[in-house]
């Protein structure tokens, strides 16, 4: 099982990235999809999430400005991420959690965001 992030980079404010996950091993459809970030000296957080039949969560910090979705048949889940700002510089980690077990087990390698005033 295998979880690979990519997409990360240096943005200036204002500006997007797309972050990519590309899954292996397990059987997609039955997985909830997450993208959590980790910033120095912070806890990591929950900033979006995804069922399979694409129900989305957001943290309330993200709303309006990222926007998370998956493609089933491709094994991949992506994390648009538009008006950045530098509060949003974080490693970002996608994750894996079962259907009907609330935490998530599995995670890929962070990628890093950094978001320059």
């Known amino acids: 099982v295998q979880l690979q992030a990519s997409g990360g980079g240096l943005v200036q404010a204002g500006g997007s990235l797309r972050l990519s996950c590309s899954a292996s091993?397990?059987?997609?459809?039955?997985?909830?999809m997450g993208w959590f970030r980790q910033a120095p000296g912070k806890q990591r957080e929950l900033v979006a999430a995804i069922t399979s039949g694409g129900t989305t969560y957001y943290a309330d910090s993200v709303k309006g400005r990222f926007a998370v979705s998956r493609d089933n048949a491709k094994m991949m889940v992506y994390l648009q991420m538009n008006n950045l700002k530098p509060g949003d510089t974080a490693v970002y980690y996608c994750?894996?959690?079962?259907?009907?077990?609330?935490?998530?087990?599995?995670w890929g390698q962070g990628t890093q965001v950094t978001v320059s005033s």
């Open positions: 091993g397990l059987n997609f459809d039955n997985y909830v």
């Open positions: 994750a894996a959690r079962y259907v009907t077990i609330s935490r998530f087990s599995i």
